[in-house]
T-cell receptor
Framework: SAVISQKPSRDICQRGTSLTIQCQVD?????MFWYRQQPGQSLTLIAT?????????ESGFVIDKFPISRPNLTFSTLTVSNMSPEDSSIYLC?????????????FGEGSRLTVL | GENVEQHPSTLSVQEGDSAVIKCTYS??????FPWYKQELGKGPQLIID?????GEKKDQRIAVTLNKTAKHFSLHITETQPEDSAVYFC???????????FGAGTILRVKS
């Protein structure tokens, strides 16, 4: 299994500002994933973060808006830049347990952002 | 790409009754189908999964069925309890460990 801690758990932000979300895992993992869950919606993959390389972004998401860092095998950050009310969502960090990145997908508890 | 549709969007049942949530998928190459439960204020948690080489899988009060021909799979919860109240997501992928595409979610309310 994997225990994932996210900070902040929630925040209220002003339009035009940026916020960085931190994700800490209790074990070393190859890949970390960032998802967005808009109010009442499903989970959408934003990007996959590998240690030592640039993140891979899904269609509709760009690095300028969602820069990601992955400095080591247990930590990642996602920044939501130049926020607008449409960015109000829950942002979830997730990892696959087990070596090789093919195990069960575990999620953090999420960071709920409200943009005014 | 893959598209997963999930129904119903909300489901209310009486405690002790059964609940069924259905999903259809579009990519015939998908062969891994997990179900996640998300309680209020928490991240989704895997509750059961099925691979395409079997048609049904059970774990206590929870079961999942898969019809590959029709490209649909369902979650069955028997003897529902108030603690089953949550949002349930289905998902599909081409292989265990590959990118998951999630359904829109079902809010299940179990009334006591």
């Amino acid at each position: 299994s994997a225990v994932i801690s996210q900070k902040p758990s929630r925040d209220i932000c002003q339009r035009g500002t940026s916020l960085t979300i931190q994700c800490q895992v209790d074990s070393q993992v190859t890949m970390m994933f960032w998802y967005r869950q808009q109010p009442g919606q499903s989970l959408t993959l934003i990007a996959t973060a590998n240690q030592g390389s640039e993140a891979t972004y899904e269609s509709g998401f760009v690095i300028d808006k969602f820069p990601i860092s992955r400095p080591n095998l247990t930590f990642s950050t996602l920044t939501v830049s130049n926020m607008s009310p449409e960015d109000s969502s829950i942002y979830l960090c997730s990892v696959r347990a087990g070596g090789g990145g093919t195990g069960e997908l575990f999620f953090g508890e999420g960071s709920r952002l409200t943009v005014l | 790409g893959e598209n997963v549709e999930q129904h119903p969007s909300t489901l209310s049942v009486q405690e002790g009754d059964s609940a069924v949530i259905k999903c259809t998928y579009s990519d015939s190459a998908s062969n891994y189908f997990p179900w996640y439960k998300q309680e209020l204020g928490k991240g989704p948690q895997l509750i059961i999964d099925i691979r395409s080489n079997v048609g049904e899988k059970k774990d206590q009060r929870i079961a999942v069925t898969l019809n590959k021909t029709a490209k649909h799979f369902s979650l069955h919860i028997t003897e529902t309890q108030p603690e089953d109240s949550a949002v349930y997501f289905c998902a599909a992928s081409r292989g265990y460990g590959n990118k998951l595409v999630f359904g829109a979610g079902t809010i299940l309310r179990v009334k006591s």
